[in-house]
T-cell receptor
Framework: DGGITQSPKYLFRKEGQNVTLSCEQN?????MYWYRQDPGQGLRLIYY???????QKGDIAEGYSVSREKKESFPLTVTSAQKNPTAFYLC?????????????FGPGTRLTVL | AQSVAQPEDQVNVAEGNPLTVKCTYS??????LFWYVQYPNRGLQFLLK??????LVKGSYGFEAEFNKSQTSFHLKKPSALVSDSALYFC??????????????FGTGTRLKVLA
């Protein structure tokens, strides 16, 4: 899973709670991404960041928040406003220049709402 | 609109036979195309990419992909399938947002099942 770590591997949340998923990379990549994976729907982009202290909403940002205070870290908070948060969450990173522009993915966090 | 289509939810192939997993795309400008593989409860692993140059791209684990600009396709192929190739395969394209940043658009995935 190439230099990106996600924790925890499994996370259980009670309804009404906020939870934060960790993503750290040591690849010196400028760009980082959060995706949500549901069966049969592929990967959907939640948020992405091309540079420290800046980030953009993806296709399904409602109910989620992020921060990018350090180049290595891009934590995702799933808020109580997210109505159906049970899913597999994947973090990725990539360079923003040159030819090495494929994404590197972390091992994922499976979030279950109880 | 930028998009990626994987028309087959599942592909079954016998071990030793050639396999093809289909992908078509729609993107403005020159496409950057990628294939990834995912094993159960794991992240995605990069297989190969097309940026420019030869239309036939070779990647990891004996996989290759053929870029066809006129058909806007980027099908994944392997001459002889292994049972261990059974996994979920994603095609992706890198596109530009209206603000000029890059984002990656993924297909819905194709489950490959190689039968012994």
């Amino acid at each position: 899973d190439g230099g990106i770590t996600q924790s925890p591997k499994y996370l259980f949340r009670k309804e009404g709670q906020n939870v934060t998923l960790s993503c750290e990379q040591n690849l010196n990549h400028d760009a980082m991404y959060w995706y949500r994976q549901d069966p049969g729907q592929g990967l959907r982009l939640i948020y992405y960041s091309q540079i420290v202290n800046d980030f953009q909403k993806g296709d399904i940002a409602e109910g989620y928040s992020v921060s990018r205070e350090k180049k290595e870290s891009f934590p995702l908070t799933v808020t109580s406003a997210q109505k159906n948060p049970t899913a597999f969450y994947l973090c990725a990173s990539s360079t923003t220049s040159g030819r090495l522009n494929e994404q590197f993915f972390g091992p994922g966090t499976r979030l279950t709402v109880l | 609109a930028q998009s990626v289509a994987q028309p087959e939810d599942q592909v079954n192939v016998a071990e030793g036979n050639p396999l093809t997993v289909k992908c078509t795309y729609s993107v403005s400008g020159n496409p950057y195309l990628f294939w990834y593989v995912q094993y159960p409860n794991r992240g995605l692993q990069f297989l190969l990419k097309y940026i420019t140059g030869d239309n036939l791209v070779k990647g990891s684990y004996g996989f290759e992909a053929e870029f066809n600009k006129s058909q806007t396709s980027f099908h994944l192929k392997k001459p002889s399938a292994l049972v261990s190739d059974s996994a979920l395969y994603f095609c992706a394209v890198r596109g530009r947002t209206t603000s000029g940043t890059y984002k990656y658009i993924f297909g819905t995935g194709t489950r490959l099942k190689v039968l012994a």
